[in-house]
């Protein structure tokens, strides 16, 4: 990804803003923007905390875990890419997912590199696609030591943080799919892209960059195979609702913003998700309790403090990083950058190693993603993902509604209407 020009005042500015957050959108609203939207019970939280143990993929200090297999060079066309792409496959085919890949030969300023994308679906037959992405590649160097560059937190990180996403809501997934009724399909389904390619082999250009996410664009732009006589054409890229891309994650006290006012809506719902988890003691092992967690929130010299700035006061609809979003944004798809800004101090050093990691911000974030992906897609455990009527049973006492401020995080009394 590119750094954007940004002066120094504006990043201070988006730091000293952080507890500057609006009032979440009531329940009605959110549901008009995403018919599949169903906020999950309190009662269900420490459920959806505990539906794996986040060690196994996030905790870079034990040897066995994804996150440990993820911290080697990687640049594109390398031996321990093609490795980690199996391991990738591997993951996905055993929680019963569906693997699609997307290879091709780019052409790079150090001659044609073969990449892969790869694409996972939980169901591909549901019209449409909420998509989590991440690239999977390293930054390429032609000399040691840089050539030993990691990439921990770029994207490193992320891409485990997706494994553990993944493999957690599957039962959840699959609980949902199963409670429909006879000849019903759910509208919407999860999907996980690991882009190839990302790093520019020399200085970042329109050329020389997102090698894997212009080529996904460009095959997924073509008309799906055998359309109904009844139904017009449909791309897959027209399938996806929201692509969420996460980079530069897996350090501590990420600053993350906005880029696009279309969809606030959804960055504030990951900014929701972040507090209910804090206020219900789940989010860090340092704030079990609402008070402790209160404390810490916005205090800037904290680890726990919240990792987003909201959205009043400073806003942006251009999207200032260049990234595996552009050609998805400029086909018209809706995104939501989660990046850091200002980035990490180790970006693109070879000090982007295991040591720039912290694991409970990389277990919080897993978290966050998880109500976030759960409401989104309008999932519940098993046992209460429908009712005897058949309906879903997933509203919280105070209907899901979350007043951000310092003092009072939660409503006590749902808004009507």
């Known amino acids: 990804m590119l750094l954007p020009s940004i002066p120094p ?32 019970a309190d009662e269900h939280l420490p459920a959806l905390a505990k539906l794996t143990d986040p060690s196994t993929h996030l905790d870079h200090h034990d040897p066995m875990s994804s996150l440990s297999s993820l911290l080697v060079p990687r640049p594109a066309g390398s031996r ?31 001659g044609p590199k073969e990449m892969t994308n790869l694409v ?43 494994m553990d996403v993944a493999e957690a809501l599957t039962p959840w997934l699959n609980a949902r799919d199963q409670s429909m009724k006879e000849g019903e399909k759910p509208l919407e389904t999860l999907g996980i892209v690991l882009f190839d390619g990302e790093e520019a082999f020399h200085d970042w250009t329109h050329t020389d ?30 399938q996806i609702s ?11 006290s990420p600053v993350i913003r906005s880029w696009f006012t279309s969809t606030g809506w959804l960055f504030d719902e990951f900014q929701q998700a972040e507090a209910r988890l804090g206020l219900a003691g789940l989010l860090w092992d340092s704030t079990p309790d609402q008070a402790s967690y209160q404390a810490n929130r916005f205090d800037q010299t904290k680890k726990e403090r919240t990792f987003f700035v909201g959205r009043e006061g400073v ?50 974030w897993a978290l966050i993603v998880r109500l976030t992906v759960a409401e989104y897609l309008g ?9 005897s009527d058949g309906k879903a049973k997933r509203t919280g006492a105070n209907g899901g509604e979350l007043l951000f401020t310092a003092t009072h995080a939660r409503n006590e009394k749902a808004t009507k209407g």
């Not at 212009?214 to 791309?235: I, Y």
């Not at 939501?336 to 982007?352: A, E, G, K």
């Open 80 to 110: 321990n890419l093609l490795q980690l792409q199996e391991m990738m496959q591997s993951h996905f085919n055993n929680l019963g997912w569906t693997v699609q890949k997307d290879s091709f030969t780019a052409d790079t300023p150090i």
């Open 379 to 387: 999932l519940a455990p098993p046992e209460a993902a429908s009712g």
């Open 9 to 40: 005042t504006l990043v201070l500015l988006l730091a000293l803003t952080s507890s500057s957050i609006a009032t979440r959108p009531r329940p009605n609203i959110l549901k008009r923007k995403n018919p599949t939207y169903a906020p999950l």
């Open 120 to 162: 996972f679906l939980h169901d591909p037959s549901a019209p449409l696609r909420f998509l989590l992405s991440a690239h999977l590649d390293s930054k390429w160097f032609p000399n040691p030591p840089e050539s030993n560059f990691i990439g921990a937190t770029d994207s490193s990180a992320p891409c485990a943080i997706l």
């Open 242 to 252: 929201h692509l969420v891309l996460l980079d530069l994650l897996g350090a501590p």
């Open 315 to 364: 806003q942006s609809n251009g999207g200032g990083i260049e990234d595996d979003h552009l050609p998805f944004l400029a086909a018209g798809v809706p995104i939501v950058h989660m990046i850091p800004l200002p980035f990490p101090s180790v970006w693109h050093t070879i000090r982007d190693d295991a040591s720039a990691l912290d694991y409970p911000t990389i277990k919080a």
């Open 209 to 238: 960059s997102i090698y894997g996410a212009k080529h996904l664009v460009k095959v997924w732009s073509q008309p799906n195979d055998g359309p109904s006589p009844n139904s017009p054409k449909k791309t897959p890229l027209s």
